[in-house]
């Protein structure tokens, strides 16, 4: 009888490290930039008397025999709760056959894969000595945002950008705590300049820092923007910036980053560099001199979540790990 595995977040964290889940993300990318994968755009659903949304993400692995959907339930009201902001699920099927074969976290995956993708953009992209970081959100998205820029670049200084004193001086002591990195909370915005790569990892509608702050040679990663009205760097940054993204298609329907200036002019679709996946393939060049300002947009892609899913389903059935239910 055909057989489901339901892995938990704890399966999963003991399955998988971060430097795996980079590595995974470069052979997501470059499958989903020369083809190899169907991602059709993520069906965005608004629900409006709750203030929130759900995002429903098909895909589609050739090269894995799999299908993968991920069901996203966004509530902003949630931290007020004290619930997570995501809520989601993963689902991995068969593609021959159509048999479901595992059923996980997708609110764990989905922060594993999103800093995972951080991680590879900064491995391409920053300088390789990269040592301080400049973090904007204090969120499970910030955890792993941090943790995959550590991983890829040899950083001793992070300074922390949050709305909250309360957990932003939270957030300094877990990471001083958990990576032994000099970490403090930002007393001017004027600090942002000291920074070799910037990760925002935000809900904001409005940029979180002033274009003048950006210095030359910062790698910048914006990954809290998924909506067309949601702008967290500035226009003039972005107009400056060689910008590269996860997919050229969603990113120009749903990255207020990109879709806010284009409207207004700044700049047009011909601004976006390259697909990151273009990058890793070889098509085109990554960072050309150090005083090159580089900004990878991503609003997550659903070849991120199936690269990772069919890994921890695999090694789930090979280690007998989670919960097998008979189908």
């Given at each position: ?17 971060m430097r795996k ?14 083809g190899r994968a ?290």
């Amino acid at each position: 009888m055909p057989t489901i595995r339901i892995l938990s977040r704890e399966d999963i964290a003991s399955a998988i490290t971060m430097r795996k889940a980079i590595d995974l993300m470069r052979d997501g990318f470059i499958a989903l930039s020369s083809g190899r994968a169907s991602v059709p755009v993520r069906m965005n659903m608004p629900l409006e008397e709750h203030g929130g949304r759900s995002l429903f993400m098909p895909v589609y692995s050739p090269d894995h025999g799999q299908i993968g959907l991920k069901v996203v339930n966004l509530s902003p009201d949630n931290p007020e709760r004290r619930l997570p902001f995501i809520h989601a699920v993963v689902m991995v099927s068969d593609a021959q056959t159509g048999i479901p074969l595992a059923f996980m976290d997708g609110e764990f995956i989905t922060s594993l894969r999103t800093g995972a993708g951080t991680g590879l953009a900064t491995e391409v992209l920053s300088r390789p000595s990269s040592s301080v970081l400049a973090m904007f959100g204090t969120g499970i998205q910030a955890n792993t945002q941090l943790e995959a820029v550590c991983t890829v670049r040899p950083i001793k200084k992070v300074i922390v950008f949050g709305r909250s004193p309360e957990n932003t001086e939270a957030f300094v002591k877990r990471i001083e705590q958990q990576y032994g990195v000099k970490t403090a909370s930002a007393k001017a915005p004027e600090e942002l300049a000291e920074a070799d790569v910037v990760c925002t990892a935000t809900t904001s509608l409005t940029p979180v820092f002033a274009a003048e702050h950006i210095a030359p040679g910062t790698h910048i990663n914006g990954i809290g923007s998924y909506r067309p009205d949601m702008t967290e760097i500035p226009a003039q940054t972005v107009a400056n910036a060689k910008v590269v993204v996860d997919q050229r298609e969603a990113c120009l329907q749903e990255a207020g980053d990109l879709v806010v200036p284009i409207r207004r002019g700044n700049f047009d679709e011909s601004h976006i560099y390259a697909e990151l996946g273009d990058i890793l393939i070889g098509n085109v060049a990554s960072r050309t001199n150090d005083s090159e300002i580089t900004f990878f947009k991503s609003v997550g892609n659903a070849i991120q979540d199936l690269v990772v899913a069919s890994f921890l389903e695999e090694r789930a059935r090979q280690e007998d790990l989670g919960t097998e239910v008979v189908l």
